[in-house]
Nanobody, 118 residues
């Protein structure tokens, strides 16, 4: 199983980015999918989570600016990030609960760097 994240980069404050994370392999189901981030010297934190039914929750720091969505047919989760701030700078990781090989497991992507700077 592989979770491939993409879409990170360098953006100016106030700008936007869209992250994508596609899960590939013999996947027979998925539950929660989420994005986490980790800034230098800080712990990894939850940014946003979406259930298989589409319920979402967000960190207070990104509410109103970020939107998480998913395409269940493609086993892909997205994070639309608007009005980016320097404090959003971090490595962003996708996470998914997937049913593979007869059991549920917790899987992580490799991380994609987001840098917000002028």
């Amino acid at each position: 199983v592989q979770l491939q994240a993409s879409g990170g980069g360098l953006v100016q404050p106030g700008g936007s980015l869209r992250l994508s994370c596609a899960a590939s392999g013999n996947i027979f189901g998925s539950k929660n999918m989420a994005w986490y981030r980790q800034a230098p010297g800080k712990q990894r934190e939850l940014v946003a989570r979406i259930t298989s039914g589409g319920r979402t929750n967000y960190a207070d720091s990104v509410k109103g600016r970020f939107t998480i969505s998913r395409d269940n047919g493609k086993n892909t989760v997205y994070l639309q990030m608007n009005i980016l701030k320097p404090e959003d700078t971090a490595v962003y990781y996708c996470n998914a609960e997937l049913f593979i090989g007869g059991s549920w497991g917790d899987y992580w992507g490799q991380g994609t760097q987001v840098t917000v700077s002028s």
